[in-house]
Nanobody, 126 residues
Framework: VELVESWGGSVQAGGSLNLSCAVS????????MGWVRHAPGSEREAIAI???????AYTDSVKGRFTISKDNSTNTIYLQMNSLKPEDTAMYSCAADRVCGLGAREYLRTGKFAHWGQGTQVTVSS
């Protein structure tokens, strides 16, 4: 199993980024997938989850600004981030599991996935 993130970077507040994560090695396909971020001095935080049935869940701080989606034909998940704020600055990692167990909301609550990417840095300046 391999997860490879792309398209992090530096933007000014109010800007946008669209992270992508190429997922491989699952057969037939992953269960729950999501994005987890980790800012210096803070705990790791699951922010957006998508299930195999395309049920999504978001943490309150990103609702209405971030959108998680997936392309089953390319096994890629995306995180469209709009109206970025300096407090969104963090290392963003994609994560996946073979099943979706108790559902997207449980993965949002625990952030416990079996497989992880290396992460991509997002820096938002004021």
């Amino acid at each position: 199993v391999e997860l490879v993130e792309s398209w992090g970077g530096s933007v000014q507040a109010g800007g946008s980024l669209n992270l992508s994560c190429a997922v491989s090695g699952f057969a037939p396909s992953p269960g729950c997938m999501g994005w987890v971020r980790h800012a210096p001095g803070s705990e790791r935080e699951a922010i957006a989850i998508i299930s195999g049935r395309v049920i999504t869940a978001y943490t309150d701080s990103v609702k209405g600004r971030f959108t998680i989606s997936k392309d089953n034909s390319t096994n890629t998940i995306y995180l469209q981030m709009n109206s970025l704020k300096p407090e969104d600055t963090a290392m963003y990692s994609c994560a996946a599991d073979r099943v979706c167990g108790l559902g997207a909301r449980e993965y949002l609550r625990t952030g416990k996935f079996a497989h992880w990417g290396q992460g991509t840095q997002v820096t938002v300046s004021s």
